[in-house]
C-alpha cells in the first residue's frame, strides 16, 4: 500500500519496520494518553472526596416513598410514614455550602491564567521539560492537599489554585508535541487518543474515588492519585524526546515519515492578527459555543457528586458509580 505526502511516495516496507517494535511516535501518544489520564484524575478527585470530607448536618429522611423517583437508589427508608432524623455522615470538616463551592472552584482560578502563556512557553522552551514539570507539581500538590485540608481553607483554596495553575499548561504542551510527532496523516488519531485519555480518567476517577473514600479513607485519594501522577512523570522523562531528530534511537524511516507533510512554517514566530480575529463572527461563535460547553461540562463535573450525595442522598460507592456511568455513556456518544 501507498500513502502520498504532497509530492511523496512512502512504500509501505516501513511497516516491516514497525513491526519490530513499537514507534517512538506511539511511545509518545500513549504516554500522552495516560498523562491527560492524570491530569483529570487529579482534577476531579476533590469533587467525590468532599463528600466524604464534610460532616452533612443532621437532616430528615422522607420515610413516604410514593413521591421519591428511582427509591432503590437511595438510603433504605423506614415503613413509617413520620419524618425521622438521618444519621449524620461521617467527616473531618464542617464546612457550609458556600465554602465548598469556592473550595471545588478554586483550581479553576488558577487554571485560567496558564492556558495561554502555555502555548507560547511550550514553542520556546520545548513541551517535554513544561509538561513533566506542570504534572509533577500537580501530583506533589495533590499528595499535600489533606495537610492543606486539616490546616484550613485558605492553605486548601491556594493547593488547589497552584494545582490549577500547573495544569493550565498540560493540554497546550500536550498538542505542540503532537505537532511535532505527528505525520499528517495520523495527526487527528493521535490527538484523538491523547485528548480521550481525559474522559477515561474522569470516568475511572469518579468510579475508584468513592470505593477508595468508602474502604480505605478519602485521604488516599489524594496519596493514590498523586503517586500514579509522579510515576508517570519518570516514565515521560525517560521515553519522551522534544523532536524526533532528537530521539537517539528513532530509525530514519520513522524520521521521513514524520517529516513528510510537515510543514516547519508553523512553527516559525508571527505576529498574531488580533484585530481580525476579534472582529471575526466565526471566531465569536466558536467562543460562545466553546464557553457554553466548558461551562455546563465543568459544573457537572465539579458540583454533581455534592448535588447527588446531600440533595438525592446517594451514598458514596453508587454515587460514584452512577456518576462514572453517565460520564462513560457520554464520551462513548462522542465517539459513535
Request: proline fraction near 4%.
Amino acid at each position: 500500500m501507498k500513502e502520498r505526502y504532497g509530492n511523496y511516495f512512502m512504500i509501505e516496507s516501513y511497516s516491516k519496520i514497525e513491526k519490530k517494535s513499537i514507534p517512538k511516535r506511539w511511545i509518545v501518544v500513549i504516554l500522552g494518553f495516560f498523562g491527560a489520564f492524570n491530569i483529570y484524575a487529579m482534577r476531579v478527585n476533590l469533587s467525590v472526596a468532599m463528600v466524604a470530607m464534610v460532616q452533612q448536618p443532621v437532616d430528615y429522611e422522607i420515610t413516604n416513598t410514593s413521591s421519591i423517583a428511582c427509591i432503590e437508589l437511595i438510603r433504605p427508608i423506614k415503613k413509617s410514614d413520620q419524618l425521622t432524623p438521618a444519621p449524620e455522615r461521617e467527616g473531618d470538616f464542617e464546612w457550609s455550602a458556600s465554602t465548598q463551592a469556592v473550595i471545588l472552584g478554586s483550581f479553576f482560578y488558577g487554571y485560567v491564567i496558564t492556558q495561554i502563556p502555555g502555548g507560547n512557553i511550550s514553542e520556546k522552551y520545548g513541551a517535554k521539560w513544561l509538561l513533566a514539570i506542570a504534572v509533577l507539581t500537580t501530583s506533589v500538590f495533590t499528595l499535600i492537599t489533606p495537610f492543606a485540608a486539616w490546616w484550613g481553607v485558605y492553605p486548601l483554596i491556594f493547593v488547589r489554585m497552584i494545582e490549577g495553575l500547573s495544569e493550565g499548561v498540560t493540554f497546550p504542551a500536550l498538542y505542540a508535541l503532537v505537532g511535532r510527532w505527528a505525520p499528517k496523516v495520523e495527526r487527528s488519531r493521535m490527538s484523538a487518543i491523547i485528548v480521550s485519555g481525559s474522559d477515561f480518567g474522569s470516568v475511572v476517577t469518579f468510579a475508584l474515588s468513592g470505593l477508595i473514600c468508602a474502604t480505605l479513607g478519602w485521604p488516599f485519594v489524594f496519596y493514590i492519585f498523586g503517586i500514579l501522577g509522579i510515576i508517570w512523570t519518570a516514565f515521560w522523562l525517560w521515553l519522551v524526546y522534544e523532536t524526533p531528530e532528537s530521539h537517539p534511537s528513532i530509525t530514519e524511516e520513522e524520521i521521513k515519515l514524520i517529516q513528510y507533510g510537515r510543514d516547519d512554517k508553523v512553527w516559525e514566530r508571527s505576529a498574531t492578527p488580533w484585530k481580525s480575529m476579534l472582529t471575526s463572527k466565526y471566531v465569536w461563535a466558536m467562543i460562545i459555543v466553546h464557553f457554553g460547553l466548558s461551562w455546563g461540562f465543568y459544573t457537572f463535573l465539579t458540583e454533581l457528586p455534592t448535588y447527588m450525595a446531600r440533595i438525592l442522598h446517594f451514598d458514596i460507592k453508587r454515587m460514584s458509580n452512577f456518576r462514572g456511568m453517565r460520564l462513560f455513556l457520554y464520551i462513548s456518544k462522542q465517539y459513535i
